[in-house]
Nanobody, 121 residues
Framework: QVQLVESGGGLVQPGGSLRLSCAASESIFSIYAMGWYRQAPGKERSEVATITSGGILNYADSVKGRFTISRDNAKNTVYLQMNSLKPEDTAVYYC???????????????WGKGTLVTVSS
């Protein structure tokens, strides 16, 4: 079973920065992609940023130029550097991993429990 543990959320003022981390358990055989999604109150979960095993990056239009996704393959960890934060970035941020785990031959999506980011003065 793949476990994803997010950290780094919190309260920040508009214009501030936060860095989210997502550490995946060592039970991963291969990674297709990892990424971050968010869900604001009353809204559906939406993609924020993803990075594939080949290093292809994808960002939501609303965060381009402000957020940067990166990864440390040796640590099975993905990061989301968030700069110039806006109140509309307030949401629960979820880590996602599209992987094949040891003991399970099927490619599956796994989710973390989420970390709350609040942007407010």
């Amino acid at each position: 079973q793949v476990q994803l543990v997010e950290s780094g959320g919190g309260l920040v003022q508009p214009g501030g920065s936060l860095r989210l981390s997502c550490a995946a358990s060592e039970s991963i055989f291969s990674i297709y992609a990892m990424g971050w999604y968010r869900q604001a109150p009353g809204k559906e979960r939406s993609e924020v940023a993803t990075i594939t095993s080949g290093g292809i990056l994808n960002y939501a239009d609303s965060v381009k130029g402000r957020f940067t996704i990166s990864r440390d393959n040796a640590k099975n960890t993905v990061y989301l550097q968030m700069n110039s934060l806006k109140p509309e970035d307030t949401a629960v941020y979820y880590c996602n991993a599209d992987v094949v785990a040891f003991g399970n031959p099927y490619r599956m999506d796994y989710w973390g429990k989420g970390t709350l980011v609040t942007v407010s003065s």
